[in-house]
């Protein structure tokens, strides 16, 4: 692995955009597969781990320009550059993540305001022609564990009192027919960490991070915002099928956004350290 400090990056940015050289910059995240600085609160730049981590900023970036066009949500625009090693480029979009907390204090004008908001983008993308998103990379998103898998993992780390929930969820999602709706390209990754959220105008300003995004059943596109809550999903839902004419499952969603709790967990059964974490998103899931 190369040297990913923030010295060592910002020698790169420098190299290739000498300008910034009175800038200031801030090492943004230390993600599993790219390091992101942010430039005077006006630019990112990313910077892949290894090569996985590099084919898939060439593909996002390959990905943003073909969705852009269809779409009224603002995305970054990045910008590839080879030399003197892989890095992208974009102007911030401002704002900061989505919590469960910052929602909630949220008026209804505005939890209403960014479901339509949050629809209209849904639509939008599931509105794309499949065969122009493979075209430009666009591959299948990342699957779950298989069912058994799930349950050998996680229940040994969840406590007596979840096993039943657990269970019963998983036999749900095994005898889950196909969505109705078949598969779509979608985000697949509409959580609020990936949003840029103006806390003081109540806005949402655009979102980002399509490096999950693929195609999937167009139904599970629904479930990630959950992890801010279920009052924005319904919201969401509702406002989508008024958009489209699509009858969206409830129930399925509600399941599968179960699912994906009890998959997390399941994938960091090798890392104890992260067992208190996951667990408690699966308990405060069930606990509504």
């Known amino acids: 692995m190369r040297d990913m400090t923030l010295d060592t990056l910002q020698s790169v940015i420098l190299a290739r955009f000498p300008e910034l050289a009175c800038a200031s910059f801030e090492l943004l995240s230390t993600g599993w597969d790219s390091v992101a600085l942010d430039v005077d609160d006006a630019l990112i730049f990313k910077f892949p781990r290894n090569e996985v981590a590099r084919a898939a900023l060439i593909r996002e970036a390959s990905i943003l320009a073909a969705v852009r066009p269809f ?9 590839l550059y080879q030399e ?25 004008s505005a939890r209403d305001r960014m479901a ?7 639509s939008q993308l599931h509105a794309i022609d499949n065969h ?14 298989a069912p058994d898998a799930i349950l050998d993992r996680a229940l040994p780390l969840l406590p007596p009192n979840l096993h039943s929930y657990a269970q019963r969820t998983i036999t749900a999602w ?12 979608g985000f697949f990754d509409g959580h609020g960490w990936n949003m840029a959220f103006d806390h003081s105008a109540h806005r949402l300003n655009g979102v980002y991070d399509f490096s999950d995004s693929g195609f999937g059943a167009l139904q599970q596109d629904f479930i990630y915002s959950n992890f801010i809550a279920r009052d924005l999903t319904e919201r969401t839902i509702s406002a989508y099928e008024t958009l489209t004419g699509r009858s969206i499952d409830r129930e399925r969603v509600e399941l599968l956004s179960g699912v994906l709790r009890l998959n997390e967990l399941a994938e960091v059964a090798p890392e104890p350290d992260r067992h208190a974490e996951m667990v408690d998103y699966v308990g405060r899931w069930v606990q509504g």
Not at 88 to 108: C, D, F, I, M, N
Not at 174 to 181: I, S, T, V
């Open 71 to 79: 779409l009224t949500m603002p995305v970054p625009d990045l910008t």
């Open 84 to 108: 003197p090693r892989l890095f992208s480029r974009h102007k911030k979009l401002r704002g900061e993540h989505l919590v469960t907390e910052q929602y909630e204090a949220l008026p209804v």
């Open 116 to 122: 339509a908001e949050l629809a209209q983008f849904y």
């Open 132 to 145: 122009v998103m493979a075209d430009v990379g666009a591959r299948p998103i990342f699957e779950w564990l």
């Open 174 to 185: 095994r005898d889950l027919p196909p969505d109705p709706h078949g598969v779509t390209y």
